[in-house]
């Protein structure tokens, strides 16, 4: 009997993540703004590399914490270190991507919301 004593506190921290999702459109709408950010100041460091990698990675690192990690972000941040491609938005691309995705897991019936 002493395990079900606390599961009213349980039941409450449980509620309370469920509530966190309110803050779901806010976390989507900083992404992109994110992304488009990072599209912007990857065309100046483009041709800084030992700059642009870190920085690509730390955004890997961002968007997957907003939005979850997804194994486009890898790709777009290889992509956005050569100097010519990185004038075009595949950090923007990337997200778009992840939130549709995002979008299309949570309409499935074993979806996690």
């Not at 009997?1 to 806010?26: C, H, L, R």
């Not at 990857?42 to 990698?53: G, K, N, R, T």
């Not at 956005?80 to 990337?94: R, Y």
Request: glycine share 2%; aromatic share 12%.
């Amino acid at each position: 009997m002493s395990e079900f004593k606390n599961i009213e506190k349980y039941q409450d921290a449980m509620t309370k993540s469920s509530d966190s999702s309110n803050n779901k459109p806010a976390k989507i709408v900083l992404a992109i703004i994110i992304a488009i950010f990072a599209d912007i100041l990857s065309i100046v460091l483009s041709f800084a590399p030992e700059i642009a990698i870190p920085a690509n990675m730390l955004l890997v690192a961002t968007l997957s914490l907003l939005l979850g990690f997804k194994f486009v972000y890898l790709p777009a941040a290889m992509i956005e270190t050569f100097p010519f491609l990185s004038a075009m938005p595949f950090w923007t691309a990337a997200t778009l991507y992840s939130i549709y995705k995002n979008k299309q897991d949570t309409k499935k019936p074993g979806g996690s919301e």
